[in-house]
T-cell receptor, first 121, second 111 residues
Framework: GAVVSQHPSRVICKSGTSVKIECRSL??????MFWYRQFPKQSLMLMAT?????????EQGVEKDKFLINHASLTLSTLTVTSAHPEDSSFYIC?????????????????FGQGTRLTVV | KQEVTQIPAALSVPEGENLVLNCSFT??????LQWFRQDPGKGLTSLLL?????REQTSGRLNASLDKSSGRSTLYIAASQPGDSATYLC??????????FGTGTRLAVRP
């Protein structure tokens, strides 16, 4: 399957600082990228969807000014957690998919990065 | 709103057993359903993707079935091995290019 690389895998930051997480599709062009958050022993919750060259679409309850998403190219999306607080500590996972056939998203698999464990102290 | 449920939440079996993981979803209007594996502290590995027009997919010891009308999918693992121990997640794509994930089944295969 296709490879999605997420960096860093772990990060510890001080409260009030910002952290940037990168998500790269290594061997395909990702027309759409997704950012998820996962709490311990819970499932993935979609935070936002981004299409290359356009603004991200955030899910209800997700603060767009706090979680800045940039999808500047077909192989790179970044999530910046601004003014991080301890409650932002979580496991963040990105996903990418290429162009589908017919309706966007149909018939294409979603490939996931390795995840980033963020700890805010 | 699509909701995805997985049963059981946790499962422990001895090595060699065949087992079935269940996934149900409330809205049958889906594009596809995917099964993933997640190891502790890691990302997701895609196992099988079933399009809405398909009834099953097979990969090695894994077989996934889909009954869209009843809102159910099963993942069958044959001859389980300790290396199969992980959390298994199912996810459905129903609209807007988004995946809705189930709560997962934590599988432990005892040597």
């Amino acid at each position: 399957g296709a490879v999605v690389s997420q960096h860093p895998s772990r990060v510890i930051c001080k409260s009030g600082t910002s952290v940037k997480i990168e998500c790269r599709s290594l061997d395909f062009q990702a027309t759409t990228m997704f950012w998820y958050r996962q709490f311990p022993k819970q499932s993935l919750m979609l935070m936002a969807t981004s299409n290359e060259g356009s603004k991200a679409t955030y899910e209800q309850g997700v603060e767009k000014d706090k979680f800045l998403i940039n999808h500047a190219s077909l192989t790179l999306s970044t999530l910046t957690v601004t003014s991080a607080h301890p409650e932002d500590s979580s496991f963040y996972i990105c996903s990418a998919r290429g162009a589908g056939q017919g309706v966007i998203g149909q018939n294409t698999e979603a490939f996931f990065g390795q995840g980033t464990r963020l700890t805010v102290v | 709103k699509q909701e995805v449920t997985q049963i059981p939440a946790a499962l422990s079996v001895p090595e060699g057993e065949n087992l079935v993981l269940n996934c149900s979803f409330t809205d049958s209007a889906i594009y596809n359903l995917q099964w993933f594996r997640q190891d502790p502290g890691k990302g997701l590995t895609s196992l099988l993707l079933i399009q809405s027009s398909q009834r099953e997919q097979t990969s090695g010891r894994l077989n996934a079935s889909l009954d869209k009308s009843s809102g159910r999918s099963t993942l069958y693992i044959a001859a389980s091995q300790p290396g199969d121990s992980a959390t298994y997640l199912c996810a459905v794509e129903s609209s807007g290019d988004k995946l809705t994930f189930g709560t997962g089944t934590r599988l432990a295969v005892r040597p």
